[in-house]
T-cell receptor
Framework: GEDVEQSLFLSVREGDSSVINCTYTDSSSTYLYWYKQEPGAGLQLLTYIFSNMDMKQDQRLTVLLNKKDKHLSLRIADTQTGDSAIYFCAEKLGYQKVTFGTGTKLQVIP | DSGVTQTPKHLITATGQRVTLRCSPR?????VYWYQQSLDQGLQFLIQYYNGEERAKGNILERFSAQQFPDLHSELNLSSLELGDSALYFC???????????FGPGTRLTVL
């Protein structure tokens, strides 16, 4: 089945690393995504990883994929107050169908 | 700026009414997706169009319908509105390859 789960809330101090976790159930997913949603705004694509990759790094962002455990994580290094937002993970199944997680609200404490 | 535009930004209407939300995809994108985001239901996929034809259907109510026009813009029609339809409605677009979806800024619908 299709189910993407995330914890609802994460609080970190400015300058620390944040790790947002996501689990999915369908092993046939082809792409996995991380989106960021700031208050009152749309979803902004942060990064994505092909299902045949284990890791992808993009500046302060590191995505880790554990296909065996169906676990995806997003690490934000040196977290800033501007990183406060809701982060959604999503998986792509079949032809263009994307299932989104419930979102994790990241609060960065100055 | 994702390149996806949505109008209007805000919409306030009454129960029983009908509204139309509009979306223009990124230049060159053939696919348009509609999502509903509410506090209690999260982000729900409604429907997808590809080059004018319906491609996939999600949790879209019968009171809702959509279409994609020859110029590739799309409209989402919501009728017989209920209080529970109050939500953010997002449109997203992707290229033919469909690797990634780019979201518009959303339309906030308030049904009073």
């Amino acid at each position: 089945g299709e189910d993407v789960e995330q914890s609802l809330f994460l609080s970190v101090r400015e300058g620390d690393s944040s790790v947002i976790n996501c689990t999915y159930t369908d092993s046939s997913s082809t792409y996995l995504y991380w989106y960021k949603q700031e208050p009152g705004a749309g979803l902004q694509l942060l990064t994505y990883i092909f299902s045949n990759m284990d890791m992808k790094q993009d500046q302060r962002l590191t995505v880790l994929l554990n296909k065996k455990d169906k676990h995806l994580s997003l690490r934000i290094a040196d977290t800033q107050t501007g990183d406060s937002a809701i982060y959604f993970c999503a998986e792509k199944l079949g032809y263009q169908k994307v299932t989104f997680g419930t979102g994790t609200k990241l609060q960065v404490i100055p | 700026d994702s390149g996806v535009t949505q109008t209007p930004k805000h919409l306030i209407t009454a129960t029983g009414q009908r509204v139309t939300l509009r979306c223009s995809p990124r230049s060159g994108d053939l696919s348009v997706y509609w999502y509903q985001q509410s506090l209690d239901q999260g982000l729900q996929f409604l429907i997808q169009y590809y080059n004018g034809e319906e491609r996939a259907k999600g949790n879209i109510l019968e009171r809702f319908s959509a279409q994609q026009f020859p110029d590739l813009h799309s409209e989402l029609n919501l009728s017989s509105l209920e209080l529970g339809d109050s939500a953010l409605y997002f449109c997203a677009s992707s290229s033919a390859a469909g690797d990634t979806q780019y979201f518009g800024p959303g339309t906030r619908l308030t049904v009073l």
